[in-house]
């Protein structure tokens, strides 16, 4: 587990922090039901490319879609989850 003081950027163990940041996209990729894209970058245009990089296809404008939306970024420790439904 990597844990950090959000006043110094430092970790247990004295490691400055890296700048990754936790990008998250919810309501993407729908299909019946929403899907979720998720990537740990530096940069959200990284994060865009990582996604668009493990896409098996794009039949959908999956590419066009995960440009245009805004993620959500993750900077300090939290929680979140999708529940699913039929």
């Known amino acids: 587990m990597n844990c950090r003081n959000t006043r110094t950027g430092r970790g247990l163990e004295g490691e400055v922090d890296n700048g990754l940041k936790l990008y998250v996209w919810e309501g993407i990729f729908t299909d019946y039901t ?3 894209a998720v990537a740990l970058a530096n ?3 990284e994060a865009r490319e990582l996604v668009i990089k493990r896409l098996p296809y794009d039949d959908g404008g999956y590419i066009e879609e995960i440009r245009n ?3 959500q970024i993750a900077t300090e420790p939290g929680a979140f989850y999708v529940l ?3």
Do not use: M, R
Request: hydrophobic share 15%; no cysteine; charged share 25%.
């Open 34 to 36: 929403d899907g979720l």
């Open 43 to 45: 940069s959200v245009e």
């Open 69 to 71: 939306k805004q993620p």
């Open 84 to 86: 699913g439904g039929g």
